[in-house]
């Protein structure tokens, strides 16, 4: 319901910069089956000055008040490679040498329609890759939509463990190179972000 009647006061809000309402998933399977309708969330990039106003404005209010619980973390960008509907939306402002605490990776990709079954029939290596992994403290999948916008959303411990994870594990790797080989995504964007603060429960 949120993600259909909130885009238009989201879009009046002059003080947020780009943002997305994401449909979120169980963190179980990664494929459209996970999707869970008591579940979503707001990607928003915004400056520190603004956030206050923004965290006791109406809307989010309201959602405080339909909620039985509320994740909510502050990130800043420590690398970030690929684009989001045509757009660059994070600005690295964290050296990842400088960094030594808990990391956030966000994945997204906009999947070309005739490759969806190719791409899911590699994801459930990747997850079990995934769920066993080092220095993994939680993940789920995310989404704009349940088929087509893809993305993860995951929070480790350190930097290095997303690199094990990512250039290290066989699974991953293999989906590496199956991505480069058969060329599925129209539009792809990873970033890792520094966490800043986070309350609530994932």
Do not use: C
């Not at 963190?27 to 400056?47: C, N, Y």
């Not at 405080?64 to 660059?88: A, F, M």
């Amino acid at each position: 319901m949120h993600m259909g009647f909130d885009r238009m006061p989201l879009s009046k809000n002059k003080n947020l910069g780009f943002w997305k309402l994401l449909g979120t998933g169980k963190g179980e399977t990664f494929t459209p089956k996970d999707a869970s309708s008591q579940r979503w969330g707001l990607l928003v990039t915004i400056t520190e000055s603004e956030l206050a106003d923004f965290e006791n404005s109406k809307i989010v209010k309201r959602w405080d008040y339909k909620s039985i619980n509320r994740y909510r973390v502050l990130l800043q960008n420590i690398s970030v490679q690929g684009e989001w509907s045509g757009k660059k939306p994070f600005t690295p402002d964290v050296p990842d040498s400088n960094w030594n605490g808990k990391v956030v990776a966000i994945t997204r990709a906009r999947i070309k329609w005739f490759k969806n079954p190719l791409f899911w029939r590699s994801v459930p290596p990747v997850t079990i890759s995934l769920k066993a992994a080092t220095g993994l403290i939680s993940a789920i999948g995310i989404g704009e939509a349940p088929i087509g916008l893809q993305g993860t959303f995951s929070i480790w411990e350190s930097s290095a463990a997303i690199r094990a994870f990512a250039y290290q594990g066989e699974a991953h790797k293999a989906a590496i190179a199956a991505t480069a080989r058969e060329k599925w995504y129209a539009e792809e964007l990873f970033a890792r972000f520094a966490v800043i603060s986070e309350s609530g429960s994932l």
